[in-house]
């Protein structure tokens, strides 16, 4: 189920509103945890019993974690059962998310030697396991860390794990930053009507600008054939669009169920297409994921504490393990790589530094190029589809553009396509949803809403009539 | 207070079609296929969530705005951003829809077709099996729009090397494996189009003008010498408000001017009667007629077809002593067994978009020929 269906608005919300709201304030943490199985088990069926098993491993390790940390007591163990908590959680990553890719790697090298194959079945991929694998290293990091206890009550610790709005696709919360709201929280009008103003924003966001822009990149992605210069670059950019948009949209979407909620949920995007140089990209998109391998990964590595050389080695190592989180796929692997040395780059070169920059425009020009190059290797289904593309992208060749490509550029598409540009060219601080919910006099208030009311309402109706699929008459 | 209206209409929103999908149910949108049925709970369904999204496809269906929301995102795609709503229909110049599957393949390397091809050996073997037991085969070929108003298409994406119909590509295969009677339809609607609008704007088929022009073109290969005493008196009139069925699939209610047949007038006393439904929705008629005087009429004759003949046949209708019109490509179909054994004439009209669908199975076709003779 995905927030952006009619089923989740016109079903799952409502109803998971009612319960929430119906119930005591006591009880309110158990009724979002029961929708939020529920709505893992309608995208995820049976591996609804892996996140439970996992939530219940890591509460239990959390627990003997916790004794032996705090502030007075000598932890003589906490280590080996923090150590115990990450191969745990590893492990489930690395056997559901890579252990296909792993092995399918090794019988391709086993093949070229002519030997016989490692068997492996092949594992499906459970839904949103990076984003619940990376809360449950948060939590016992931070307990074991003693920024904050371990959590007494197991209810709280599952709806920390698998609450609905950040479940499949984030933020991703630090433990630290949400403990206290698990506990305790208000649910204000005020922050209801954040809450619906922000996820109608992102809803808005999804389906209008990102699944515009999708139908245009799918059809450039999907050509098999030859690949004229323009028909690349255009594919480029309006993939580079679309995985803002839906992305941002989503995190728009997670964030407002939060406020519904009584949650504050941390912000994920910061206009990252308005960045001076690739440093100052990765602190504005997917913010959450950045921080997180700062606090859990590149810091204790030893960060930029310990020279030049060291600092470029953690780079690359943090930003391989990005990429690798991502997906996996070499070109995943590649895309991290990319990112790595550019940062690496630009603290050799001194363009990290956005303080005292000259030429913004060009800068941001030329970080934006970069990034897009980037999500080539993103994109692409492998690296040779990579290589096709921008070998178009930077060949200048006269191909004709396939009908299919043209099929998707319609006054629709390339009118939500360029109301997407705009993100490239609006000033770095601007923010759509802030100024949705900048308080206005009231005759403004009543036109915004009738006006976000009236896309919305356009938005929905293009769920409505996905489905709609007439057919001339029935078929022979 | 703003914020308590704001969050009193969401939840209305929210809640609405809910609520009101407990009192009616979501009219239909008139789409020509059946929609998703609840689905069934089982262990199987809940483990691999197949349940879930067969649950989705159901909720989406019978969605209660479904309808409504449909026809204003139609709305607003067809007039405002001039995009077809419905990727099977095509929006043409001057208000003119074509559907999508009319035209040939985008992705057609070459005119080289192995399917029109064989189909066209198929059909001259079928020819001479339905010859040799004594009946007489004729093909009707109903040419797309696009065939008949190329002009009106604009601009298309292709990246075909072919320029030709599959009507040319089937008339030039024809050429090398020939049936005797072949009912040309394409040249005597070329010819005449321009002196009248022959097809509808919003809809695949021929409107009343060109329907005569197919029926008497039929009727004149059917009998060079009688024809015209077959042809009936047609008195049209026109209608402003004409929707067809692509501006159906649009789901929108796209009008048009368009003349509609308000009387008509046989040489014959004709009779109908509704055999059976074959295939849905696909009516299946006996039409015999009577002449008032000892005038010939057209033997026993069966006539497979598809939805262009609609028309042609209320114009043809008085001119056989008995015509069996059956809705459908199969001529083995066992409901139609009998008809297609006791008839003279074997009329099988096809439209030139099924061309790449249809095909015959010739030895069992003389098989079921072979077991008696014609009347």
Redesign the interface.
């Known amino acids: 189920m995905v927030f952006s269906s009619l089923l989740f608005l016109f079903l799952f919300l409502p109803a998971v509103l009612a319960g929430y709201y119906l119930a005591p304030p006591r009880h309110r943490n158990a009724v979002l945890l029961c929708f939020s199985y529920l709505f893992y088990l309608w995208g995820a069926g049976a591996f609804l019993f892996l996140l439970m098993l996992s939530t219940l491993v890591n509460y239990a390790l959390g627990l003997l974690i916790d004794r032996r940390s705090g502030p007075d007591a000598r932890r003589p163990n906490a280590h080996r059962w923090l150590a115990a908590a990450l191969l745990f959680n590893l492990s489930i990553l690395a056997t559901f998310k890579y252990a296909n890719f792993l092995i399918g790697e090794i019988n391709k090298g086993l093949a070229v030697l002519d030997l016989p194959p490692l068997f492996w079945a092949g594992v499906a991929l459970p839904l949103g396991i990076s984003f619940f694998t990376f809360h449950q290293i948060s939590y016992v990091v931070d307990v074991y860390r003693g920024r904050r206890p371990a959590c007494a009550r197991v209810v709280d610790f599952a709806l920390y794990v698998a609450m609905f709005p950040q479940l499949v696709a984030g933020p991703i919360i630090q433990f630290h930053e949400i403990s206290e709201q698990l506990k305790q929280r208000l649910e204000t009008l005020q922050g209801f009507h954040q809450g619906l103003l922000r996820f109608c924003w992102g809803l808005i966001k999804k389906i209008l600008l990102a699944d515009s822009c999708a139908k245009i990149a799918d059809a450039v992605f999907a050509q098999t054939g030859p690949l004229g210069t323009g028909a690349a670059w255009l594919g480029v950019f309006a993939y580079t669009l679309q995985i803002y948009f839906d992305f941002s949209a989503y995190s728009d979407m997670a964030i407002g169920l939060g406020l519904l909620f009584g949650f504050t949920f941390p912000e994920n995007f910061h206009r990252p297409y308005s960045a001076l140089s690739i440093t100052d990209f990765w602190r504005r998109w997917h913010m959450t994921l950045t921080r997180f391998f700062r606090d859990y990964l590149y810091i204790p590595l030893g960060g930029n504490r310990r020279g030049p050389l060291r600092t470029y080695a953690n780079l690359i190592t943090v930003f391989l393990l990005c990429g690798m989180w991502h997906g996996a796929n070499w070109t995943f692997l590649i895309w991290g790589g990319y990112h790595g040395a550019l940062l690496i780059l630009e603290r050799i070169t001194g363009m990290n530094r956005t303080e005292a920059s000259g030429l913004p425009l060009l800068r941001r020009a030329l970080t934006l190029l970069l990034v897009a190059v980037g999500w080539v290797f993103f994109r692409a289904h492998d690296l040779g589809q990579a290589a096709d593309l921008l070998g178009a992208m930077f060949r200048p060749a006269a191909v004709p553009t396939a009908p299919e490509i043209m099929e998707t550029l319609n006054n629709r598409n390339l009118f939500f396509l360029a109301l997407s540009g705009l993100v490239f060219l609006l000033p770095r601080e601007f923010s759509g949803a802030k100024l949705l919910l900048t308080p206005r006099p009231l005759a403004s208030a009543m036109v915004q809403a009738g006006v976000l009311l009236a896309v919305t309402a356009y938005g929905i109706a293009l769920l409505a009539s996905e489905a709609f699929n007439p057919f001339i008459y029935f078929r022979f | 207070m703003?914020?308590?209206l704001?969050?009193g209409?969401?939840?209305v929103a929210?809640?609405s079609?809910?609520a009101g999908g407990l009192v009616i149910s979501a009219p239909p949108?008139?789409?020509?296929?059946r929609l998703a049925a609840t689905p069934e709970v089982t262990w199987a369904g809940?483990?691999?969530?197949s349940f879930?999204s067969a649950?989705?496809?159901y909720?989406?269906?019978h969605?209660i705005?479904?309808r409504f929301?449909?026809r204003?995102?139609?709305w607003?795609?067809f007039h405002l951003?001039?995009?077809s709503?419905?990727t099977?229909v095509h929006v043409g110049l001057d208000g003119w829809l074509y559907?999508r599957e009319s035209f040939p393949d985008?992705?057609r390397e070459s005119c080289d077709d192995v399917e029109i091809l064989t189909l066209a050996k198929q059909l001259h073997e079928l020819d001479g099996v339905i010859d040799a037991s004594g009946r007489t085969f004729f093909l009707i070929l109903a040419p797309d729009k696009p065939t008949i108003y190329p002009e009106y298409v604009g601009p298309l994406?292709?990246?075909s090397h072919c320029a030709k119909s599959r009507y040319q590509l089937l008339v030039e295969a024809l050429a090398e494996f020939p049936v005797k009677h072949f009912v040309r339809l394409d040249l005597p609607l070329l010819h005449a189009k321009a002196q009248q609008q022959l097809y509808y704007r919003t809809d695949?088929h021929w409107n009343p003008s060109g329907s005569m022009i197919v029926a008497e073109t039929l009727l004149q290969q059917l009998s060079p010498s009688r024809w015209r005493e077959y042809v009936p008196t047609v008195d049209l009139d026109t209608t402003p408000s004409f929707s067809g069925?692509?501006s159906?699939?649009?789901?929108l209610d796209l009008k048009e001017s368009a003349p509609f047949i308000k009387d008509i007038r046989y040489q014959a006393d004709v009779h109908v009667t509704t055999r059976k439904s074959l295939?849905?929705?696909r009516p299946w008629f006996r039409i015999t007629a009577v002449p008032p005087t000892e005038a010939p009429l057209l033997p026993k004759t069966i006539l497979y077809r598809d939805?262009f003949m609609s028309l042609p046949l209320e114009m043809i209708k008085g001119s056989f002593t008995r015509l069996d019109a059956v809705w459908?490509?199969d001529m083995l179909d066992p409901d139609a067994a009998d008809d297609l054994r006791t008839s003279r004439l074997v009329l099988f009209e096809m439209a030139e978009r099924?061309l790449p669908?249809v095909s015959f199975d010739v030895p069992a076709i003389a098989a079921a020929l072979r077991e008696t003779t014609p009347p």
């Open positions: 703003a914020h308590r704001a969050i209409l969401f939840l929210l809640l079609p809910i949108l008139g789409e020509n296929r809940l483990r691999d969530a879930f649950y989705e496809r909720f989406n269906d969605f705005y479904r929301l449909t204003a995102k139609n607003i795609d951003f001039r995009v709503p419905a099977k559907l985008p992705a994406p292709t990246r695949t069925d692509l159906r699939m649009l789901a295939n849905d929705d939805s459908t490509y099924y669908l």
